[in-house]
């Protein structure tokens, strides 16, 4: 009866809940904009993009009646309102994690499952990789074969005693091949 593997363990269903401790930077969130501008709580960018036409076009009728026109008071508008939602609006950004195979912008859950080494008929001799996932408690997490770790000097630890079976291994490989043939 084979082990469940990590990989079965760790691919459950997305919870879309944002991990706790990995808050979006904060002049990502457009509901900032009230707070950096000066303007009363709960002002959004959407309420102050629709806001601004109007506002330009009584500011240049009052401050420079000699170059209004509409046409170009909702250019300047417009132009302002893009740079304020270029500004303000989440945009997909590179996952914070290096590792993180998973492309799609605004993900939750991070993996990797590529570091593997696989025997001729393809099945897994050792393999290793990391998840944090958003429905998880143990936060970020490493895995070798079955086996999780929740920092790297854990990892380390365990990856020194790989490397030591994998040189005895190759002693090993040195005495028997040479003994076999001894024999004849
Ligand atoms: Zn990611």
Redesign the pocket.
Known sequence: MAQPTIASRIDFQPTGRALPYIPAPVDRHPENIAAELGLAEGVTLDQLCAALPAVVDQAMRTALPGHYSREVAERIAAGMIARLRQRYEDKPSA???RD???TEPG?Y???NHRLRVTGEDGSTILDAGMA?LSGSEAGAVVYVRNEEFTDAAAVRAKTAEIRQLLDEADAMADRVFADHKARG
Do not use: K, P, S
């Open positions: 996952c914070q994690y993180c195979e998973d993900h859950d991070h993996y944090a």
